[in-house]
Nanobody, 125 residues
Framework: QVQLMESGGGSVQTGGSLRLSCVASGYIGSGICMGWFRQVDGKAREGVAAMDADGSYSYADSMKARFTISRDNAKNTVYLQMNSLKPEDTAMYYC???????????????????WGRGTQVTVSS
């Protein structure tokens, strides 16, 4: 089992920045892929960014210029640096982990085994 705990959410004004953290605990092992998703009430969960076990990363097109995913394996932590935040970035942000077997699709919420409880990000205009 893997437990995920997000932190770093909050309220900022348009143009501000936040850094989200996701600490993984339990059996981490190698070969684990990590992702960030976000969800607004009444809408489907949306893939934001992800990093595979080798360090390769993927981003949603609308966020790649403003968001950066990074990983500190020694701390079992994944970060999401969010800059130039916009009101439309307001959402609950979730951290997710995938460990195979199986096919990993980074932006599909069906492709992850473990989820955190989320951290709220609110951007005001």
């Amino acid at each position: 089992q893997v437990q995920l705990m997000e932190s770093g959410g909050g309220s900022v004004q348009t143009g501000g920045s936040l850094r989200l953290s996701c600490v993984a605990s339990g059996y981490i092992g190698s070969g684990i892929c990590m992702g960030w998703f976000r969800q607004v009430d009444g809408k489907a969960r949306e893939g934001v960014a992800a990093m595979d076990a080798d360090g390769s990363y993927s981003y949603a097109d609308s966020m790649k210029a403003r968001f950066t995913i990074s990983r500190d394996n020694a701390k079992n932590t994944v970060y999401l640096q969010m800059n130039s935040l916009k009101p439309e970035d307001t959402a609950m942000y979730y951290c997710a982990a995938f460990r195979g077997p199986g096919v990993w699709v980074w932006d599909s919420d069906q492709g992850y085994n473990y989820w955190g409880r989320g951290t709220q990000v609110t951007v005001s205009s």
